[in-house]
């Protein structure tokens, strides 16, 4: 079984967008997207590496969150036709997750801007799943060898705070997706926006990282395989969660455009064994050019 992992695509589309969208939060946002962010993201790779993974014949696509950048519905749309004109894969065989920009503002939540888009693609398989309002999280999908469970870390945050929080009630349904038999006797790859580890400082976990790391890398300790996907940092990387075998892979922004190949657009690609299940390979596809369409292989660097 192979899967293709991409993530924080960052579309930008701002069609027919007044400006009082722009107040509040939006507008610190907008402001990094012109002065910053702008020059670096390019929605057109994302649409690049949608057509390599169709060229390359994945089984199934997770993409962990950030899609959007205002968590505006012309950026949803775009992300969504990305997804539904250069995949060619059903919804069955897509899993997709919110990150902290496609819960940009409260009235995103309120509106449930995310769910209105992609509800299709976080169907469950088992019944787990728990309204924590974004959505229904987790969600499992049972697919061959994997146990494909969908989490959702993204809650409003002030300007320039992105951390994000599982909470209680969508933990204890991991903990009871994980016991399920359908699940158990399949590898677990769990999908998250931000990291199963927090970074050393305090400082920079409350202004950017996972507030219940601890709490979920406790329930995951005793799987002895399996993936944790998550996207945040715009970095590729694989770090050991266990002694046994539990991986966490980083993918790096699906849209950025940068001089190192560990940050530059590009997606990770795992290949899990139809027996057994165990991870057998994985490797890093990074675009070379967006107008020839071509991409060259490298492998997926450990970092402490």
Known sequence: MRIAHFSDLHVLSLAGVGWHRFLGKRLTGYANLRFKRNHAHHSSYVTALAKEMARTKVDHVAITGDLTNLALEPEFLMAREILENELHLSPHDISVVPGNHDLYTRGALKRKRFTEFFSEYCKCDIDVAVDIG????????????????????????????????????????LAKAL???????????????????????????????????????????????????????????????????????????????????????????????????????????VLDSEESGTFHVEPVPEVA
């Open 134 to 173: 974004v959505g229904h999280f987790p969600f499992v999908k049972l697919r061959g060898p994997a146990a494909i469970i969908g989490l959702s870390s993204a809650v409003p945050r002030p300007p320039f705070v992105a951390s994000g929080t599982l909470g209680r009630a969508q933990l204890e349904a």
């Open 179 to 285: 016991a399920h038999p359908e699940v158990h006797k399949r590898t677990p790859v769990i999908l998250i926006h931000h990291p199963p580890i927090n970074p050393p400082s305090l400082v920079k976990t409350w202004m950017e990282g996972l507030t219940d790391a601890n709490a979920l890398r406790e329930l995951l300790a005793p799987l002895e395989a399996g993936l944790v996907l998550h996207g945040h940092l715009h970095r590729r990387m694989v770090r050991k969660l266990n002694a046994s075998g539990l991986l966490s892979m980083g993918a790096t922004s699906a849209s950025l455009h940068h001089d190192l190949d560990t940050r530059h657009a590009g997606f990770n690609l795992y290949e899990l064994d139809d027996t057994s299940g165990r991870v057998v390979k994985f490797e890093a596809h």
